[in-house]
């Protein structure tokens, strides 16, 4: 951590400049656009799914919801276990884990809940601390109605293999990334029924969208793939 902050203060008029050009240069994709909520599957037991989260949630990348991560993971569950998969996700581009708990719906009926964070948390510097923080209070309000709902954090993505962004930029917020990764890791070990998924690596120009950044539709399937992996029927 103290290494961290010192590269940070030695290298930051560089950080800064490179971080002002990128911003700059970047298309700014929006989020996704049609209904966020859908169905996969039509017999079997019914599964309810809540994905929420930044970008990915949001479904950044792609034109509309079905494209994006929640629809891929629905349709993964079901067809692997026979269900019948009601989605909902709820993404806001550009947020941080304390403020996304003003967003949260009031959902007593979900059964798995999948929560995507910690990119603009890296980008914003938020210390270790206030993340892991705002992360049980996240885990609780989703919990609100449902003490023993499963939750699944998603990694956070691997910053460093960000290749829309440049070095040494992407090697240190690779560096914050997983450090936030590891509040992520030791929630799951501690916190009954939270449990902690791998991120695939999504690269080359099939899997991004045009930004570089955020996954296209063959990307949030191959994440969907992966995480559906992991994730144990209730």
Do not use: C
């Amino acid at each position: 951590m103290i290494r961290f902050w010192l590269a940070l203060l030695l290298l930051s008029p560089w950080l800064l400049w490179q971080a002002k050009r990128t911003r700059a240069t970047t298309p700014r994709l929006p989020e996704a656009g049609g209904e966020p909520s859908g169905q996969s599957g039509d017999t079997g037991p019914v599964l309810r799914l809540l994905v929420v989260g930044e970008s990915t949630a949001a479904s950044v990348g792609v034109g509309d919801h079905q494209q994006g991560l929640a629809a891929h993971l629905a349709a993964q569950l079901s067809r692997r276990h026979g269900r019948i998969v009601l989605w909902r996700t709820v993404g806001v581009n550009g947020i941080r884990a304390a403020a996304l708990i003003r967003h949260l719906p009031r959902a007593p009926e979900t059964d798995v809940a999948i929560i995507s964070l910690g990119v603009n948390d890296t980008t914003g510097l938020t210390r270790r601390r206030g993340y892991r923080q705002a992360l049980a209070e996240l885990i609780a309000e989703l919990r609100r109605d449902k003490a023993d709902l499963p939750v699944y954090l998603l990694a956070v993505p691997p910053m460093q293999r960000f290749t829309a962004l440049p070095r040494p930029l992407r090697d240190l917020l690779g560096w914050r990334a997983q450090g936030l990764d590891r509040v992520q890791q030791d929630l799951a070990r501690t916190l009954a029924g939270v449990h902690h998924l791998a991120y695939p690596l999504v690269e080359g120009k099939d899997l991004l969208a045009g930004d570089g950044y955020h996954p296209s539709e063959q990307g949030y399937a191959l994440i969907a793939r992966t995480v559906a992996d992991d994730i144990s029927m209730p």
